[in-house]
């Protein structure tokens, strides 16, 4: 049986007060995804989607609705997923294979063997020789794959990954976005993906969720039927780039369609 309810939004509601109104982020949000899923979310900017993740990571509390992992609520229990943001959120003060290896070295991993862990990935995304540096001493996109190795040794089955990729120029996208592919199948994570970019949804995922426009609401679900491993070329394939249309029309759509403030 395959395993349907592995991670499970049910009915997620999220409201938040703001000088005396209430704005509601997310209305109603349901979906199920399946162990080891790549599922990227796509929506209009402002829709909710930062939100849902705070939400999944138990960070923020659903005004209503319940979000489960193998049938255990994570509402208000923190710490149950990996989490990354479009701001590499490196530690300053600590070096670069400090930072990779804190999340181990948290849950009491020997720092030999947490460097050992990290080693066969930081050489896979070149960041070998910079171990001892700081942050601050390397470019955006360095940190940016620190941030990613990070999130990748937390250990946590489940990952959010929150537009990791946004702020990248374009070589660097595609080595993280194949680096994020390969070490998914080899590690079998579950990952949500935040994307504004229809392409990278498109080339990354197993399946695509399309939110509306605030209160985000769940329009369409894709499913991506490209073989792996995929590469950029295939985006030109007649069935992937008549998907590609028809996302963007809605996605067009449900932008023309709301006074965007
Ligand atoms: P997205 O990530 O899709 O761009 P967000 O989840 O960041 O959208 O925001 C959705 C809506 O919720 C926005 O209108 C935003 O202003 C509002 N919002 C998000 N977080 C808060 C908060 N902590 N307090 C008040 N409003 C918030
Ligand atoms: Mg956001």
Known sequence: MPDLSYLRVQAVTRAFDSGGSTVTAIRDVSFDVKRGTFLSILGPSGCGKSTLFNLIAGLLTPTAGDITISGQSVVNRPGQVGYMLQK?????????????????????????????????????????????????????????????????????????????????????????????????????????????DVDEALLLSDEILLLSARPGRVLHRFTVDMPRPRTPAMLAEPAVAAQKAALMDLLWKEVSSHDET
């Open 88 to 196: 590499d959120l490196l530690l300053p003060w600590r070096t670069i294979m400090d930072n990779i290896t804190l999340a181990q070295r948290l849950k009491g991993v020997s720092r030999a063997q947490a460097r050992a862990m990290a080693q066969p990935l930081i050489r896979r995304c070149g960041l070998q020789g910079f171990e001892e540096y700081r942050p601050s001493q390397l470019s955006g996109g360095m940190r940016q794959r620190a941030a990613l190795l990070r999130t990748l040794l937390t250990g946590q089955e489940v990952l959010l990954l929150d537009e990791p990729f946004g702020a990248l120029d374009a070589i660097t996208r595609l080595q993280l976005q194949l680096l994020l592919t390969d070490v998914w199948q080899e590690m079998s994570k579950t990952i949500l993906f935040v994307t504004h």
